[in-house]
């Protein structure tokens, strides 16, 4: 089995910064890509940034040069820097990665279990 297991997240004032993080776990051949996306109280989710394996990384606009994606592959670690937050980031933040469990295997989705952030004064 794969777990992704979030931490960070919290309530933070207007203009202020926090950071997320997600750890892979269980039978891991290779992590693909891997992304954070988002689901603020009655939206859809919401793509918010993604990294590939080779470190290339793609923003939604709302959060271009105010986030940061980043991974480390040797820990199977997910990041995201999250500064100048505003209240309309506001939302259950969720990692996501595409991963190979065997060598030649398929490639499945899996979803961390989500985290608040909350953006107020």
């Known amino acids: 089995q794969v777990q992704l297991v979030e931490s960070g997240g919290g309530l933070v004032q207007p203009g202020g910064s926090l950071r997320l993080s997600c750890g892979a776990s269980g039978t891991i051949f290779k992590i693909n890509s891997m992304g954070w996306y988002r689901q603020a109280p009655g939206k859809q989710r919401e793509l918010v940034a993604t990294?590939?394996?080779?470190?290339?990384?793609d923003y939604t606009d709302p959060v271009k040069g105010r986030f940061a994606i980043s991974r480390d592959n040797a820990k199977n670690m997910l990041y995201l820097q999250m500064n100048s937050l505003k209240p309309d980031d506001t939302a259950v933040y969720y990692c996501?990665?595409?991963?190979?469990?065997?060598?030649?295997?398929?490639?499945?989705?899996?979803w961390g279990q989500g985290k608040q952030v909350a953006v107020s004064s």
């Open positions: 990294i590939s394996s080779d470190g290339s990384t």
């Open positions: 996501n990665a595409a991963i190979q469990r065997t060598g030649g295997g398929p490639t499945y989705i899996y």
